[in-house]
């Protein structure tokens, strides 16, 4: 059974940053596919970042440059470090994996992601 728990959302002004957490249990560590998805209540859910075994990732061109995807092995956690952080960017956020497990992510639609964390809201004010 896997489960996904995100942690680290909160409240910042533009320009500030957060890293946020997603602890997996029951998933295999750095040998699959994992991503972060967000969403504003009453828009779709969209794909922010994935990473593959080989730790190559893949952006949605809103976040290039400012986001950055990347996980721990040893402690089964995968993070997302935010910065310049934008109104726009208030949303929940989620973490998300595929099954069967995938080495190699191929894509940032929500249709391709089996397993979802809970979610945590990060809110940033202008």
């Known amino acids: 059974q896997v489960r996904l728990v995100e942690s680290g959302g909160g409240s910042v002004q533009a320009g500030g940053s957060l890293r946020l957490s997603c602890a997996a249990s029951?998933?295999?560590?750095?040998?699959?596919?994992i991503a972060w998805f967000r969403q504003v209540p009453g828009k779709e859910r969209e794909g922010v970042a994935s990473?593959?075994?080989?730790?190559?990732?893949n952006y949605a061109d809103s976040v290039k440059g400012r986001f950055t995807i990347s996980r721990d092995n040893a402690k089964n956690t995968l993070y997302l470090q935010m910065n310049s952080l934008k109104p726009e960017d208030t949303a929940m956020y989620y973490c998300?994996?595929?099954?069967?497990?995938?080495?190699?992510?191929?894509?940032?639609?929500?249709?391709?992601?089996?397993?979802w964390g809970q979610g945590t809201q990060v809110t940033v004010s202008s």
């Open positions: 990473i593959s075994r080989d730790d190559s990732s």
């Open positions: 029951g998933y295999p560590g750095g040998t699959a596919c």
């Open positions: 998300a994996a595929p099954y069967p497990f995938i080495r190699y992510c191929t894509g940032l639609t929500r249709g391709e992601y089996n397993y």
